[in-house]
């Protein structure tokens, strides 16, 4: 199956707006209210413009979307307040996983590890010291897989959220699980 799926890595601005609206889709059909959806119904974030982002195309229909940005200080990512509470050991630069949508009859494939691997050799490649990601619950389990350690769930249970981390081989990262991924 994954030899029917074209995978690209972009940073395109032309390839955001379907981006966009396939996150704020796909996020809706899972039941969650997006607050910040603009006026075309798309989700977009301030990340969105320095984020390497990978797109992955089935029938050259658009089926799953994931970015990696890099930072130098929790504050400069959106939710920052998730990490708040976490006495988190991170050191610059760090990286962020965030955004990861693959269309619900695309699932169960392989291909929310794809990217979640393509993003991990991203941010090595970038000599990121960790790694950190906001996932849905049902997610944790595959990042503990990649080497995620959860380090607790942040304050919003309406979010369905958790927090974890990755050591990259000598380096470590974060993992957290909040639905916002």
């Known amino acids: 199956m994954l ?8 940073t395109d601005p032309t390839q955001f707006d379907d981006i966009a609206a396939l996150r704020a889709d796909i996020w809706q059909c899972e039941g969650f209210t997006i607050q910040s959806l603009n006026k075309k119904g798309q989700w ?7 984020a390497i982002h990978w797109v992955i195309f089935y029938q050259q229909k658009l089926i799953a979307a ?6 130098l200080h929790v ?7 998730l990490f708040s509470n976490h006495d988190l050991p991170l050191t610059s630069p760090f990286a962020l996983l965030s955004r990861l949508v693959v269309s619900k009859p695309m699932r169960r494939r392989g291909i929310a590890k794809n990217l979640d691997q393509l993003r991990i050799q991203e941010a090595q490649k970038h000599r990121a010291n960790h790694s950190i990601v906001l996932a849905a619950p049902h997610r944790v389990n595959a990042l503990k897989k990649l080497g995620f350690i959860g380090v607790g769930k942040p304050q919003l249970p309406a979010l369905r959220t958790v927090h974890a981390v990755l050591p990259h081989t000598a380096l470590q990262s974060i ?3 909040s639905g916002l991924a």
Do not use: G, M, N, W
């Open 3 to 10: 030899s029917d799926l074209t995978f690209q890595q972009t």
């Open 44 to 50: 977009f974030d301030e990340l969105d413009a320095v």
């Open 66 to 71: 994931a970015r990696l940005s890099l930072h």
């Open 175 to 177: 993992v957290s699980s």
């Open 75 to 81: 504050k400069e990512i959106p939710y920052a307040y």
